[in-house]
């Protein structure tokens, strides 16, 4: 299993970005997704979840209203666009796969890693 994250970059306060990631497995309706994140110095926190069909989603507090957590099944993908962009949001994300039809916020959860992107967020 293969999670690969991109859509990261640089941008100033205010702004916007769209991460994406492409899992390669078979059973990907059989995974719930989330995203979580890692800034220099801190320990990686969750950042949204959603379910098999997309019908469920979770949001860390400090992301609610700002950042929408998407999947699309056909294509093997889930995104999380993310507005109004403050630099406290300046981090590594993370996405992953749970084995689960439910959403879970708990990082131990999770069975597969991507390699993270990159999200810089300037004042």
């Known amino acids: 299993v293969q999670l690969q994250a991109s859509g990261g970059g640089l941008v100033q306060a205010g702004g916007s970005l769209r991460l994406s990631c492409t899992v390669s497995?078979?059973?990907?309706?059989?995974?719930?997704m989330g995203w979580f994140r890692q800034a220099p110095g801190k320990e990686r926190e969750f950042v949204a979840a959603?379910?098999?069909?997309?019908?469920?989603?979770s949001y860390a507090d400090s992301v609610k209203g700002r950042f929408t957590i998407s999947r699309d099944n056909a294509k093997n993908t889930v995104c999380l666009q993310m507005n109004s962009l403050k630099p406290e949001d300046t981090a590594v994300y993370f996405c992953?796969?749970?084995?689960?039809?439910?959403?879970?916020?708990?990082?131990?959860?999770?069975?597969?890693w991507g390699q993270g992107t990159l999200v810089t967020v300037s004042s």
């Open positions: 959603i379910n098999w069909s997309g019908g469920a989603t």
């Open positions: 992953a796969a749970h084995y689960g039809v439910t959403t879970t916020t708990t990082a131990e959860n999770y069975d597969y």
């Open positions: 497995i078979r059973t990907f309706r059989s995974y719930a």
